[in-house]
């Protein structure tokens, strides 16, 4: 009976260090989201800044994609236009409801590093972190009605 009592509280403290550390995982991915999404609204820093500070780049680029990912800086700048930042909520894919994950693919990515922002019940934008940078903020149609995340 002793050991029994001994197993279930191990248990239990193993079950509250691993909730711990996966809220701080969250909490420090919000944050680097935040850094983001608070250089994106602000004017004064131009896109090809916020790509070298914020956003994982993991080879040469050509100028075309280069061109697409400043244009959806900009495109992200103008659907951050007269909203308050502090409104923003960011949620977790793993707390979505189901029907709204379903049509996407994280094709072997790990979804507990993948965020939604919306700002009054409408998404704003979906985010994918790798190594403490942001590794997409573009979800894309892939076809059959499926999208996934796009990392450059």
Not at 8 to 19: D, G, Y
Not at 83 to 112: A, H, M, S, V, W
Request: with cysteine; aromatic share 8%.
């Amino acid at each position: 009976m002793r050991q029994y009592i001994c197993t279930i509280i191990i248990l239990l403290t193993v079950l509250t260090v691993s909730a711990q550390q996966s809220t701080n995982e969250v909490d420090k991915d919000i944050s680097i989201i935040k850094n983001f999404v608070t250089s994106v609204a602000d004017e004064e820093v131009r896109a090809d800044v916020i790509l070298s500070q914020h956003l994982l780049l993991k080879g040469e680029l050509s100028n075309d994609t280069y061109d697409y990912l400043e244009a959806s800086v900009q495109e992200i700048r103008l659907n951050l236009q007269n909203r308050k930042l502090e409104d923003i909520q960011y949620i977790p894919f793993n707390k979505l409801p189901r029907k709204e994950t379903k049509d996407i693919d994280p094709e072997g990515k790990p979804t507990d590093k993948m965020y939604f922002l919306r700002y009054k019940d409408r998404q704003l934008l979906a985010v994918y972190i790798e190594a403490d940078k942001i590794a997409s903020f573009t979800l894309v149609s892939k076809g059959n009605n499926m999208a996934h995340f796009v990392t450059y």
